[in-house]
C-alpha cells in the first residue's frame, strides 16, 4: 500500500510538474511574439503570418501607420516622453477600430472579418485586415486621423504626427502577404515624402 501511495503521489507530482512547464511555455512563446510596451504583436508576428499567407481567400488589406519625429521627440523631450507617444498612438489605433472588430494580442473573428494590430518596428505599426473593401479601409485610416486630432487638441507637449500607406489583395493580380505588405510600404513612404513637401512649401 505504502509502495503504490508513493507511486501515485510521484505521478501526480509528475503530473503538476508537466502542467507547470507547459505553462511557462505558453508564456514564453507569448512573450515572443508581444511587444510588452504595447501589447500588440511585435515583428516576430509578423514573419510568422507570412510563412502563412501565401495566398487570399477574401479580399485582404494591409495599413501601415508610421509616427513622424519620434526621433525629435525622444531627443528633446526624452525617451520617456517618446514611449508615451507610442503608447498613446497604438491605443489611438485600437479604439479607432470599429467595435466589430477585435485588435490586440491574437486575431479575433467577428463575423467572418478578422483583423490583427501589430507594432512593426520603433515607430511603425501595421494593421491586416481580411474581408474588407476600400471604402472600409479609408474609414479606419479616418477615424485614426480624427482620434490624433482630438488627442492634440488636449496634449500639451506630446503630439501625434503619421504618414500611412494601404494595399489591397484585389488590386494587385497576384499577391501574398509579403508583396502586400511591401506595396503598403512604399505607399506609406510616398504619404511620408508628400507630407515633407507639403511642410517645406
Avoid at 508537466?18 to 514573419?47: C, F, Q, W
Amino acid at each position: 500500500i505504502v509502495v503504490i501511495a508513493l507511486v501515485i503521489l510521484m505521478m501526480i507530482k509528475e503530473s503538476v510538474s508537466a502542467v507547470i512547464l507547459m505553462k511557462k511555455n505558453r508564456e514564453l512563446n507569448k512573450k515572443a511574439y508581444i511587444d510588452l510596451h504595447t501589447g500588440l504583436p511585435n515583428r516576430s508576428r509578423v514573419e510568422e503570418l507570412i510563412s502563412h499567407y501565401d495566398h487570399f481567400d477574401e479580399p485582404t488589406a494591409i495599413i501601415i501607420f508610421d509616427l513622424n519625429d519620434l526621433k525629435v521627440v525622444n531627443d528633446s523631450l526624452g525617451h520617456l516622453a517618446g514611449d508615451t507617444l507610442i503608447m498613446n498612438f497604438a491605443h489611438i489605433i485600437r479604439t479607432s477600430i470599429p467595435e466589430k472588430y477585435f485588435v490586440g494580442i491574437l486575431e479575433k473573428s467577428a463575423g467572418n472579418k478578422k483583423i490583427t494590430c501589430i507594432r512593426y518596428g520603433g515607430d511603425e505599426f501595421i494593421v491586416l485586415l481580411n474581408d474588407v473593401s476600400q471604402q472600409e479601409v479609408e474609414d479606419i485610416i479616418l477615424q485614426v486621423q480624427n482620434e490624433a486630432r482630438c488627442y492634440n487638441e488636449f496634449s500639451k507637449q506630446i503630439f501625434i504626427d503619421f504618414a500611412f500607406g494601404y494595399a489591397l489583395s484585389t488590386h494587385i493580380r497576384e499577391t501574398n502577404l509579403k508583396l502586400l505588405l511591401n506595396q503598403a510600404d512604399k505607399n506609406m513612404y510616398d504619404c511620408k515624402t508628400r507630407m515633407k513637401q507639403a511642410r517645406k512649401g
